[in-house]
Nanobody
């Protein structure tokens, strides 16, 4: 079955960096657009970054633009999110999500556009 497993979360201090990983199995990862979402306590889940399966197209939320990088290695079935200069408002559970697409430059913005989700990894940033 399809599995997306996130790792790399933890407790860090403001200004630190983290690299989240998402290991995919049970799917043709190289044909899946991928996204990173996060959900903070009491808030709705929001898209942080997204990437097409070719890596030619990427999207970043304004809140992380310039401080985060989404990347993937299709040969390793792995997705990453490098987050730098973390601030307390980045505290949330981070989820990776995947959606099959035939278009090499497509990524998706909305939760309901993704079929597969990981279980999430907690990121806590202390001030």
């Amino acid at each position: 079955q399809v599995q997306l497993v996130e790792s790399g979360g933890g407790l860090v201090q403001a200004g630190d960096s983290l690299r989240l990983s998402c290991a995919a199995s049970g799917l043709s990862f190289s044909r899946y657009a991928m996204g990173w979402f996060r959900q903070a306590p009491g808030k709705e889940r929001e898209l942080v970054a997204a990437i097409s399966w070719s890596s030619n197209s990427t999207y970043y939320a304004d809140s992380v633009k310039g401080r985060s990088t989404i990347s993937r290695d299709n040969a390793k079935n792995t997705l990453w999110l490098q987050m730098n200069i973390l601030q307390p408002e980045a505290t949330a559970v981070y989820y990776c999500a995947g959606q099959f697409t035939r278009n090499s430059c497509t990524y998706y913005y909305r939760e309901n556009e993704y079929d597969y989700w990981g279980q999430g990894t907690q990121v806590t940033v202390s001030s």
